[in-house]
């Protein structure tokens, strides 16, 4: 069956444009994560909902990061006025159930900030 | 502070030999902890998991080890294979706090070579 997908797989923005990265979960999951992964390091958590609702927004590094799912599918991350520090992969998972259990990782978008 | 961790950027063992990868975490709060595998361009797999109400749990060749005292957590590959060669990413949850949010160590880079 489908995985999660995640799109574009690559994206360079120029210091100041604005970005929308497109996360589709696996059909039906409720949850859905977004994470941050900077070079060697790894994914640290940006975001989280359980179906349209946005539960917990604590590892937004600053406020022209806004993620959205309106209807409690497809989710969007939108970075606005990037920076230079914002390079990195967002990963997106899903989980079909409310709890700390398995998430099921798209393969990220790299975005690349000049 | 992170608060998971994992000490060692990287492990080479011979194929057919055992792999012990390592965890340490500093959160008293942490109840549940998962293993995921990553290969280069994709995101994070999910490997094995263990809940705090147990110290063992097996799933074909990975055993995953909990001690709580210590705050460790190990995982051991038997035999190791040149496929498991991947970036292992060691994350913990606290589920009655943060329902689903996941934290990751750095991850440790595992070269089995045949």
């Known amino acids: 069956g489908a995985g999660v997908s995640q799109s574009p797989r690559y994206k360079v923005a120029k210091r100041g444009q604005d970005v929308a990265l497109r996360c589709d979960p696996i059909s039906g999951h409720v949850s859905l994560f977004w994470y941050q992964q900077a070079l060697g390091q790894g994914p640290e958590f940006l975001t989280y909902f359980q179906n349209e609702a946005q539960l917990d927004k604590s590892g937004l590094p600053s406020d022209r990061f806004f993620a959205e799912r309106p209807e409690g599918s497809v989710s969007t991350l939108k970075i606005q006025r990037t920076q230079q520090e914002d390079s990195a992969v967002y990963l997106c998972a899903s989980s079909p159930s409310g709890g700390p259990y398995e998430q099921y990782f798209g393969p990220g978008t790299r975005l690349t900030v000049t | 502070d992170q608060q998971v961790k994992q000490n060692s950027p990287s492990l080479s063992v011979q194929e057919g030999r055992i792999s012990i990868l390592n965890c340490d975490y500093t959160n008293s709060m942490f109840d549940y902890f998962l293993w995921y595998k990553k290969y280069p361009a994709e995101g994070p797999t999910f490997l094995i998991s263990?809940?705090?109400?147990?110290d063992k749990n097996e799933d074909g060749r990975f055993t995953v080890f909990l001690n709580k005292s210590a705050k460790h957590l190990s995982l051991h590959i038997v035999p190791s294979q040149p496929g498991d060669s991947a970036v292992y990413f060691c994350?913990?949850?606290?589920?009655?706090?943060?329902?689903?949010?996941?934290?990751f160590g750095d991850g440790t880079t595992l070269t089995v070579k045949p």
């Open positions: 994350a913990a949850s606290a589920y009655n706090t943060n329902a689903g949010k996941s934290t």
């Open positions: 263990i809940s705090s109400i147990k």
